[in-house]
């Protein structure tokens, strides 16, 4: 699926080594759906980082709104940003293509409607070059906007976490599981290429909540993550964003499709560990689907077996609250 991109990316390689470029260090990707009024202001906290060898790979998903302008607008003016159309597949679609293209050493992904604090990139690729992280990950701040929902979590958690010291990802996965802050959002972590080059570690295409695979298996993958004791994102909670949406039979479905192909990549205490801490939590969630629509859910569960992951508890409330 993806060979026209290895292509393209080798190419632009080829082009970079006979022009005698260097690659740069970090490579920003955006996918992009949808999301106009916010673009500009996440256009202009990239370009306020205080480090500057960085490429912004832009991958609009198909957007009919004015998304499409707004990155014109900034790709025609800044050589950096590198602007990529795609029909409607989705954010894990969008976020592959641009990991086949991206050249930087460190790869950080940047959801369209947030801002980052303007030494995001210098503080984050310093640190991974002192420690030689395979990741690094850090906090984030929320930002509700007029009428979204209000969330019971939030994304600090590198206080429980020792900076300078290197965590196995098994052993980190458990830490935060135990005291409940196991967050899966790839916007609060800075990644090394050559670690996902290593591990082939791709986006599940065709779901949403794709970060909570994605993520988990990048823990999983490392022996060599470290924290960064800083908030450096300003996450937007919009009323109409995944987030801050009611549950539907889709949501309750992909989160099934996550634990199925974790299951698939490790049999193990921990992969058990996080389907409990996660399957409790959508069952009991997800009892505000449509009545009909939980005999569907509820048979994918018993086929793919992760009933044993949801507790009597989830299931009583998914069925009679």
């Known amino acids: 699926m993806y060979d026209n991109h290895r292509i393209i990316h080798k190419y632009f390689v080829f082009l970079h080594q006979i022009i005698n470029v260097t690659m740069p260090k970090v490579s920003v990707i955006m996918p992009v759906y949808n999301v106009a009024p916010y673009l500009d202001a996440a256009f202009k906290s990239l370009l306020q980082q205080t480090l500057t060898d960085f490429e912004v790979i832009v991958v609009n998903d198909g957007s009919t709104d004015g998304s499409q302008k707004v990155i014109d607008h900034y790709a025609k003016r800044n050589r950096r940003i590198r602007s990529i159309y795609q029909s409607n597949q989705g954010q894990s679609v969008a976020r592959n293509k641009a990991l086949e293209l991206a050249m930087g050493e460190y790869i950080y992904m940047m ?6 604090s303007p030494d995001l990139l210098q503080s984050c690729y310093d640190y991974a070059e002192l420690t030689k992280a395979d990741f690094v990950f850090f906090d984030g701040d929320q930002l509700y906007e007029e ?12 206080h429980l976490c020792e900076e300078h010291k290197a965590y196995d990802g098994h052993q980190l996965l458990k830490m935060m599981l135990d005291k409940g802050k196991h967050s899966c959002v790839v916007w609060l972590l800075f990644i090394r290429k050559s670690f996902l080059d290593t ?12 970060d909570e695979l994605f993520t988990t298996v990048l823990t999983l993958s490392s022996k060599n993550i470290y924290c960064l004791q800083q908030s450096l994102v300003q996450h937007r909670v919009r009323s109409h964003s995944t987030m801050g949406k009611h549950y539907s039979k889709r949501n309750v479905d992909c989160y099934l499709t996550v634990i199925d192909e974790l299951n698939r990549y490790e049999q193990s205490d921990i992969v058990r560990q996080f389907s409990r801490y996660t399957l409790s939590k959508v069952f009991y969630t997800a009892h505000q689907i449509p009545f009909m629509d939980k005999f569907s859910v509820f048979l994918h569960a018993i086929w793919s077996g992760a009933l044993k992951y949801i507790g009597w508890k989830s ?7």
Request: with cysteine; charged share 25%; aromatic share 16%.
């Open 111 to 116: 959801d369209s409607d947030d801002t980052i």
């Open 147 to 158: 009428g979204a929902k209000r969330v019971a979590w939030n994304y600090k958690r590198t």
């Open 199 to 210: 591990t082939q570690l791709t986006f599940y295409p065709g779901i949403i909540h794709e």
């Open 315 to 321: 299931c009583l409330v998914f069925w009679l609250k």
